[in-house]
């Protein structure tokens, strides 16, 4: 069939209609995906190492317990892993108000659904002697900031 | 008095007073109101044992829920500051405030239990079969916008519930394959639960789904009478085209008199008699307004007699224990919780396994379904037909099975989402934070 000048230049304007059409719906799409977010940073500092006693803290704010053995520090997460919400220390483990996920003491999956284990953050020491976590980089289980107690 | 309300009436919406059958017909077709109607309706398919008017309770029920919405919509404010305080205003400093909102959550509740309810009878009379399977597909698609109502409905209190709804429900989105945490970025408008998240969740419930239900709910009526009014019919008319037709009797004026013969027998569109039809108005009209207005006062008295649940506000920091759940997601509950699966170094979360793969297979089912059903035309328009037991007692094990996890969610579970007997005492914890 041939196709003659005024069929294609008819196209091309009907075309060029509809293409502008999706091309806005494409934009009103894209309006939902935030360029700019009013977030809190996931780097942030807590309080001096000697502030926290052995054991177990919960940080509420930051949603994560703070581990101290005698001058070791390591942070673990509190939002499970399954569905994200808060898990609470029991004294041996840690355990999922949600859907019953067990976490032990390292936050190794214990039982329930929860996929994979509490990460753990990397903490530092700041200039300024405050414990300082990175939350989005996780550590092995085991890695300790070790004796900024004595230091300080 | 009464004569001039009915003439003031009928100036202002019906403006032909009708003088013979025929007319009368035409009459509602020409009335903005009545014209939704046929003009004629069978009294088979306004049987109260066959449907239980569960259709029509569902659309008051939604009815009730735009009204009581709208009210809602001039105390409620979408702020994660203050959202919380305009329920508790709603509560104790609106006069009659609490009242309206109890009647928006137990008519929302009714909603679901009644879409539910209202499949649950089609599906038993097997009455998705033919040209209805896509109003069938029409239906779940008003379920599930129902439940999505109900999901982005109890998130506006911003209390506890609320909050920890959000969170789970947007990780179990983010478990999807490849886009699930695009979805869970546009869902909460960025990486955690705040201001931008209740704003979408606010417009998803109080405009932008409710549209869509209105659309999808006038399209499904629409549907109704063009796949030929309820499946109640279809035995009935199959009835009447078995029967012998009598030939009316008729005369007919000659040179020489009268001179008797037969006439055609006459049979509506809907293949039926006219003795077996009356017209809409005032039969099926009355039934509604009675439908609506029962359905009315009892979420009116339910309203007058408890409260909808509002839990502490929104405390990022601090899950309830145990979390549930509302009624019509704690099976879904019950499900994340008991599908973790590993296989090998593979593991599959219980979010993807029974939030989303599971609740695919059962849309899927019910989507599809209609084809597969291989039942014999007989076996349509009534209750519990011998053919189709074995699919109707399928429907009833999937229904029972939720209805079983729903107990064990609401009823079994306490802290921590360890199973007690209802009678077993729960332990008392300490808050530990």
């Known amino acids: 069939m041939e196709t003659d000048r005024r069929t294609i230049l008819r196209w091309l304007g009907k075309g060029s209609v509809f293409a502008a059409f999706v091309a806005q719906i494409g934009a009103a799409a894209r309006a939902f995906f935030p360029n700019v977010l009013y977030e809190p940073p996931t780097t942030f500092k807590l309080k001096p190492p000697q502030d926290y006693p052995q054991g177990y803290t919960f940080d509420s704010q930051h949603r994560l317990f703070v581990v101290r053995a005698a001058a070791k520090f390591h942070v673990i997460s509190a939002v499970c892993t399954h569905l994200g919400c808060t898990v609470q220390w029991r004294g041996t483990e840690f355990d999922c108000p949600c859907h019953g996920s067990r976490f032990d003491a390292n936050g190794k999956v214990l039982s329930g659904p929860a996929p994979s284990p509490l990460p753990w953050f990397e903490v530092t020491l700041s200039p300024d002697g405050l414990l300082e976590v990175d939350s989005a980089a996780t550590v092995p289980e085991g890695s300790a900031l070790t004796g900024p107690v004595e230091k300080a | 008095m009464a004569g001039s309300v009915q003439r003031l009436w009928h100036k202002l919406f019906w403006p032909w007073a009708p003088a013979s059958e025929r007319e009368a017909s035409e009459a509602i077709v020409r009335n903005l109101w009545l014209h939704w109607f046929p003009a004629k309706v069978s009294g088979r398919s306004m049987s109260w044992s066959y449907s239980f008017w569960l259709g029509t309770a569902a659309a008051s029920l939604f009815v009730i829920l735009t009204i009581t919405g709208v009210m809602l919509m001039f105390f409620y404010v979408p702020s994660t500051e203050r959202a919380y305080g305009s329920i508790k205003d709603l509560e104790y400093a609106v006069s009659f405030g609490r009242l309206l909102r109890n009647q928006h959550r137990w008519a929302a509740e009714g909603m679901v239990a ?275 037991n074995r699919q109707n007692a399928v429907f009833a094990i999937v229904s029972v099975a939720i209805v079983i996890l729903i107990i064990v969610g609401l009823y079994l579970r306490g802290p921590y989402w360890h199973l007690y007997w209802p009678w077993s005492p729960r332990p008392v914890l300490p808050r530990v934070l």
Do not use: C
Not at chain 2, 208 to 218: E, G, K, N, T
Not at chain 2, 368 to 384: C, K, L, Y
């Open chain 2, 114 to 388: 009644l879409a539910f309810i209202h499949m649950a009878r089609v599906f038993f009379t097997g009455a998705y079969r033919g040209s209805r399977v896509l109003n069938w597909m029409v239906g779940v698609a008003l379920l599930l916008g129902t439940l999505m109502l109900s999901f982005t409905g109890y998130l506006l209190p911003w209390d506890q519930l609320a909050y920890w709804a959000i969170t789970v429900g947007t990780n179990i989105a983010s478990q999807a394959p490849v886009l699930g945490s695009t979805m869970r970025y546009l869902l909460l408008g960025g990486n955690f639960v705040g201001q931008q998240t209740l704003l979408r969740f606010y417009v998803l419930h109080v405009f932008f789904l409710p549209a869509v239900i209105w659309i999808m709910f006038a399209y499904h009526m629409w549907r109704v009478r063009k796949d030929g009014g309820l499946a109640a019919i279809v035995p009935l008319r199959a009835m009447r085209q078995a029967e012998p037709k009598a030939t009316p009797q008729s005369k007919s004026y000659s040179l020489f008199g009268l001179t008797p013969g037969t006439s055609v027998a006459v049979m509506s569109s809907m293949g039926l008699e006219e003795r077996d039809q009356v017209a809409s108005s005032p039969n099926l009209t009355r039934r509604m307004i009675l439908v609506f207005l029962t359905v009315f006062n009892l979420t009116l008295l339910l309203a007058m007699l408890f409260n909808a649940p509002l839990e502490g506000p929104a405390n990022p920091s601090v899950t309830p224990n145990p979390a549930k759940a509302p009624w019509y997601f704690v099976w879904l509950q019950e499900l994340v919780s008991s599908t973790t699966v590993h296989l090998g170094s593979i593991t599959l979360s219980g979010g993807l396994l029974g939030g989303i793969l599971l609740p695919a297979i059962l849309l899927a089912a019910l989507i599809a379904w209609p084809f597969f059903d291989r039942s014999p035309a007989n076996a349509e328009g009534v209750w519990f037909p011998r053919q189709r």
